[in-house]
């Protein structure tokens, strides 16, 4: 009896270890056939089992001889590009490598000229949807979609995103910026001209992102404490504007979003009903934020029908849920026969609006903010621009179409493109080769066949750090440092493109030259369909069809600079992002700066005995934590603090700084 289960074990265990083996020999023999610079590793990366426990090994593997492991164990770490940087490209001295495991063949790349040709060649270098499984468990939406059925949601999506809701926005990011500004003061703070040291910035600024979009987007009014809803609020959307949970409901709105974001990988990883059992409070917390999430959408979509069904039209603003459910249950759309959206699609869309819409934003608010404390310099060159455009006017007063070019155009547009460029919220673009052929790419004159289904990694946070596409000079921030592309300096955003370093001439020549791929049939190349990869995919996938740099600033080269991707699958909501960015900041640093706390320190009173010399010394302690800090961010969903990790500021009235004001700190 033994004899025979034991046979079947070792048959299993041995067909097991073949095909291991055979799968990595197999992928290794295809990435040297692709020409390029390759590494083998012994599992992917990307593997659910390496994921949850490569905190164990990667530690046990770096006591083993460092020749063993040097060569691949910084690919197998989770968010390496943004940790590490241009080392590992310089080490390999390449910007385009490939990875064999046995289980998949990955290609990542830094440079700008391979960047560009796979966002522009949507079909050739699709979308790796596969990895998009925590983003569609509402239901299939435009983020998560390809092919037919992309175009299909990006036509419905697509439709709220135009310069009329773009100046909603702006007139509501002014609004809500407001908000958490008399959040942070207080009548204590308009007394004493400062804030208590603010340890909530990354909480607050996602709740300013949340009220936005949730306003602009979806017709909910969303408060921030001491706030209540106006009399004449529609009923129906009062409950998600309530701080308090509704009858009916366990939690807040807000909190339901808030909360599901935050355990969106256990909501993922656990069904319903073993989350409802689990004696944890993280269980609890995400099984309790997904079923108040759903219930909430659910009476949101069920409202939004009826309205819709009673013949009314898409209120005023985006109204995204409504502009869904027209699609399906307008009258119109009854009329016509085209693919439409089921509920499911519709509840998914919504969600990843809200996602996308929120904590990208307010990531890029948080670390803008905390830049700029850590940046005396550039934060009153900020303030000098805010006062060129607005003096003293009062921010409801302000016009978007008098002032939003003006704005983008100033140091206000150089520092959020410069945050962006540093701590993009997404830091790698997933493509994938058309699983339907093998596609030659040509990369520094030479062309290399990419075999169908090879993983794609667009490094958009190494790209916007490598300095054969960006114009440098010696770093006068971090000593030793032989460029300053890891500083944060938004005055970069005046350089021209053959003014310093290497990057300008070679970049330009390299963005210009005119190169090709050639679509393939498996296994071979085939002659028939060469495409000019220069000519963009010219569809109109709708959204906003500018730059997303201000024609007035440095405008990189196409492909090295990518932090709402590029092409036909770029952000369709980076309009009203940037106008968010614009509006909140010119608000904010009109009245305020920002500073960081030193409370670890030194108490106020200890401050105030100081000389200049002494809080100068004292500032810079607080810079060089704040810079440490903003290195440990991490990846879920987009680039954060996690962990409770946090930079401490306070907000003071311009004029009653204690340290950003002196020239002395940069
Ligand atoms: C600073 C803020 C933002 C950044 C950095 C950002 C970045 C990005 C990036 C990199 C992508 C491509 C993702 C991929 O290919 O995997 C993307 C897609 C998308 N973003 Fe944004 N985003 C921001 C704000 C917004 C806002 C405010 C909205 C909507 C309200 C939005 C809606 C979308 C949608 C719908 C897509 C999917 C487009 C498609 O695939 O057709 N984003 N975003």
């Not at 925590?134 to 999506?157: C, D, P, Q, Y």
């Not at 069904?271 to 993280?282: E, G, N, S, Y």
């Not at 093998?438 to 794609?456: E, F, K, N, W, Y």
Request: charged share 20%; with cysteine.
């Amino acid at each position: 009896m033994a004899f025979p289960v034991l046979a079947v074990l070792c048959a299993g265990l041995g067909l097991a270890i073949y095909k291991y083996i055979s799968g990595w020999r197999r992928n290794i023999a295809k990435a040297r056939k692709t020409g390029l610079v390759y590494i083998a590793v012994p599992i992917s990366p990307i593997s659910l089992l390496w994921q949850l426990t490569f905190k164990i090994w990667v530690p046990l593997i770096q006591l083993l001889p460092r020749s063993l492991w040097e060569g691949w164990l910084f690919v197998m770490i989770p968010e390496w590009g943004y940790k590490t940087g241009q080392t590992h490209f310089d080490r390999l001295g390449t910007e385009t490598f490939v990875l064999a495991s046995p289980t998949r063949l990955m290609l990542y790349t830094q440079s700008a000229e391979v960047i560009h040709r796979m966002t522009q060649r949507r079909e050739a270098f699709p979308k790796d949807v596969a990895l998009y499984g925590i983003l569609s468990m509402f239901g299939h939406n435009v983020l998560t979609t390809e092919g037919a059925v992309w175009r299909v949601h990006r036509k419905i999506t697509s439709a709220s995103f135009n310069e009329k809701n773009a100046a909603h926005t702006f007139a509501e990011a002014i609004s809500q910026t407001r908000g958490m500004l008399d959040t942070w003061f207080g009548p204590e703070g308009e007394r004493t001209g400062t804030t208590k040291t603010i340890r909530s910035l990354e909480h607050d600024t996602m709740t300013w992102a949340l009220n936005i979009i949730g306003y602009v987007g979806f017709g909910l009014r969303l408060l921030w404490p001491g706030q209540t809803l106006p009399k004449d609020i529609d009923p129906k959307l009062a409950k998600y504007g309530s701080l308090d949970a509704p009858p009916g409901y366990t939690m807040s709105f807000a909190a339901s979003v808030a909360l599901t974001l935050e355990r969106i990988v256990t909501i993922l990883l656990f069904p319903a009903t073993v989350l409802r059992v689990l004696p944890f409070k993280w269980a609890r917390e995400a099984y309790e934020a997904k079923v108040n999430y759903l219930k909430y959408m659910d009476e949101f979509l069920r409202d939004k029908i009826e309205e819709t069904q009673g013949g009314g039209a898409p209120r005023e603003g985006m109204d995204i849920m409504g502009q869904l459910v027209q699609s399906k249950y307008g009258h119109r759309a009854a009329k016509e026969n085209g693919p439409k959206l089921d509920d499911s699609e519709i509840v998914g869309n919504a969600f990843i609006m809200t996602v996308a819409g929120h904590e990208t934003t307010a990531n890029t608010l948080h670390f803008s903010l905390v830049e700029l404390a850590t940046n005396p310099g550039a934060q009153r060159r900020l303030q000098q621009d805010i006062d060129g455009l607005f003096g003293g006017a009062d921010p409801a007063t302000w016009d978007y179409e008098k002032h939003i070019n003006a704005l983008l155009a100033s140091h206000v547009g150089a520092c959020v493109n410069e945050t962006l460029r540093l701590v993009p919220p997404v830091t790698v673009v997933p493509k994938i080769v058309s699983p339907d052929a093998d596609q030659a790419i040509r990369i520094d004159g030479r062309t290399h066949v990419l075999p169908a289904g090879m993983s794609c990694s667009l490094m958009a946070v190494c790209a916007h750090r490598n300095p054969r596409w960006w114009p440098t000079r010696p770093s006068e921030r971090t000593p030793g440092a032989p460029t300053d592309l890891d500083d944060f300096l938004p005055e970069r955003w005046y350089r021209t493109r053959d003014e310093d370093g290497a990057a300008g001439g070679g970049a330009a020549a390299a963005a210009t030259a005119t190169t090709t791929t050639t679509t393939t049939t498996k296994g071979g190349v085939a002659a028939a369909a060469v495409v000019e990869e220069d000519i963009d995919d010219r569809a109109d996938y709708g959204g906003f069809q500018g730059s997303d740099v201000s024609a007035a600033l440095y405008r990189p080269v196409r492909g090295s600079y990518i932090p709402f991707s590029d092409g036909p699958r770029s952000c369709l909501g980076r309009r009203i992002a940037m106008v968010e960015m614009g509006a909140v900041l010119a608000v904010i640093f009109q009245r305020y700066s920002i500073e960081l706390a030193v409370d670890d320190w030194a108490s106020d009173e200890q401050v105030a005995a100081m000389g200049p010399a002494e809080r100068r010394a004292l500032y810079r302690r607080a810079q060089a934590r704040s810079t440490e800090t903003i290195r440990q961010a991490d990846s879920v969903l987009t680039l954060k603090l996690h962990g409770g990790r946090h930079v401490p500021v306070r907000l003071v009235k311009r004029g009653m700084e204690r340290f950003v004001s002196d020239p002395e700190l940069v």
